[in-house]
């Protein structure tokens, strides 16, 4: 079992950053892949970013230049370092943790953040 706890969401201007932290408890934090979904007001949930077991990382085209993700093992602790936030990035932040052979169904889910980037 994972439990999954998100923090660092706020209020934020254009232009500004934030870092998102996601801390992981309950079971073997290295086992998992781990990801940062977003979810704004009357769209479909989306990927932001995900980083392997092994250090690989994807980012969806919007975000990409501006976001990094990384992960500390050690810490049993994935961030989102976000900078250059636009408007539209105002969303609910969910950190997301998967296992290697199990189905999706299986995913672990952090209970959200929210990012505001407004003026």
């Known amino acids: 079992q994972v439990q999954l706890v998100e923090s660092g969401g706020g209020l934020v201007q254009p232009g500004g950053s934030l870092r998102l932290s996601c801390a992981a408890s309950?079971?073997?934090?290295?086992?998992?892949?781990m990801g940062w979904y977003r979810q704004a007001p009357g769209k479909q949930r989306e990927l932001v970013a995900q980083?392997?077991?092994?250090?690989?990382?994807n980012y969806a085209d919007s975000v990409k230049g501006r976001f990094t993700i990384s992960r500390d093992n050690a810490k049993n602790t994935v961030y989102l370092q976000m900078n250059s936030l636009k408007p539209e990035d105002t969303a609910v932040y969910y950190c997301?943790?998967?296992?290697?052979?199990?189905?999706?169904?299986?995913?672990?889910w952090g209970q959200g953040t929210q990012v505001t980037v407004s003026s």
């Open positions: 309950g079971s073997i934090f290295s086992i998992y892949a």
């Open positions: 980083v392997t077991t092994g250090g690989s990382t």
């Open positions: 997301n943790a998967h296992q290697y052979g199990l189905p999706t169904r299986f995913d672990y």
